[in-house]
C-alpha cells in the first residue's frame, strides 16, 4: 500500500485548494511546516516561509483545526504556502476543553488513516461535517461516535447496525454486540453479551444525514442516559485494528 507521505509531486507551478491543518511543525528560522489536507491531493506537507513571530503573515490559516483556501506554489525544492484566507477557525470548539480534545482526537484518527489511504475527498467531508456538529454544540460523545462510525464506513470496515453480522439478517429485537458486530438474537444467544438496548439511538447518530443529526444531537443532553456513546467508541476503534 502507498502511504500519503510518498504521493507523486505536483507539477511545478500554482495552486490553490480548500483543507485543513492536521498539523504543524517549527522548522528552522522563521519557517513552519504544515500538514495540510486538502481535497484532490489529500495529505501534505507544506513549508510556510515567514510563519513564525509577529511577522506571521498567514495569521489564523495555520493554526491546527483550521480550514483554509490554500495558495501554494510546486517549486523544484517543494511545496510552499504563498497565501491562506480563513474559512472556519471553529473557534467556538476551541474554546471548549472537552470538545476540544474530541476534536483532536479525530483529526489524529484521520491523520493516521491517511497515511494508508489514497482516495480522501469523502474522509474531508466527514472531518468537515464533525467540525460544524462539534461548532453546533451537539454532545461530543455522540459526534465523536459518528466521525468513528462513519470514517470506517468510508474505508468498507464499519460494522452494520441494521443486519446481523453471522447470519446476514435483520437484527430485530435485542441484538448482541460481538467482536464482529451486531448479532441478531437467535445468532447472540449463545453469548454472554447483554442485549443492545439502544440501537435506535446508535442508528441515528450514525446514519442520519448531517442535517437531520445535528437537529436530532441538539436535542440529546449531556445526562447519563447518554453516557453510553463512550462504550460505543471504544468498541468502533476496536475495527480500526483491521486496517493498517
Ligand atoms: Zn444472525
Same mark, same amino acid.
Given at each position: 500500500m502507498i502511504s500519503a507521505y510518498e504521493t507523486s509531486k505536483l507539477p511545478q507551478g500554482y495552486y490553490t485548494y480548500g483543507g485543513t491543518v492536521l498539523l504543524r511543525r517549527d522548522t528552522c528560522g522563521s519557517s513552519q511546516s504544515l500538514l495540510l489536507f486538502m481535497r484532490d491531493i489529500g495529505m501534505r506537507w507544506v513549508s510556510a516561509p515567514g510563519a513564525t513571530g509577529r511577522k506571521n503573515r498567514f495569521g489564523g490559516a495555520i493554526e491546527p483545526m483550521a480550514w483554509a483556501e490554500f495558495h501554494l506554489f510546486q517549486s523544484v525544492k517543494g511545496l510552499y504556502l504563498q497565501s491562506a484566507e480563513v474559512r472556519e477557525d471553529f473557534l467556538a470548539v476551541r474554546s471548549s476543553p472537552k470538545r476540544l480534545l474530541a476534536s483532536m482526537r479525530c483529526y489524529k484518527r484521520v491523520k493516521q488513516t491517511l497515511m494508508a489511504e489514497h482516495e480522501s475527498n469523502q474522509i474531508l467531508v466527514i472531518l468537515w461535517n464533525t467540525m460544524l456538529a462539534f461548532n453546533e454544540n451537539c454532545p461530543e460523545q455522540i459526534v465523536e461516535y459518528r466521525f468513528n462510525w462513519r470514517l470506517l464506513k468510508a474505508l468498507g470496515l464499519a460494522p452494520s447496525l441494521q443486519s446481523c453480522c453471522e447470519c446476514g439478517l435483520p437484527l430485530g429485537e435485542e441484538p448482541r454486540w460481538s467482536s464482529n458486530g451486531l448479532l441478531c438474537s437467535r445468532c447472540g444467544s449463545g453469548t454472554a453479551n447483554k442485549p443492545v438496548r439502544e440501537l435506535l439511538d446508535i442508528q441515528r447518530a450514525a446514519m442520519l444525514d448531517h442535517h437531520r443529526f445535528v437537529q436530532w444531537a441538539k436535542k440529546q443532553t449531556y445526562n447519563d &442516559?447518554? &453516557? *453510553?456513546?463512550?462504550?460505543? +467508541?471504544?468498541?468502533? +476503534? +476496536?475495527?480500526?485494528? &483491521? *486496517?493498517?
Open positions: &442516559n447518554m &453516557n *453510553f456513546f463512550g462504550e460505543y +467508541i471504544k468498541k468502533l +476503534i +476496536i475495527f480500526f485494528t &483491521n *486496517f493498517s
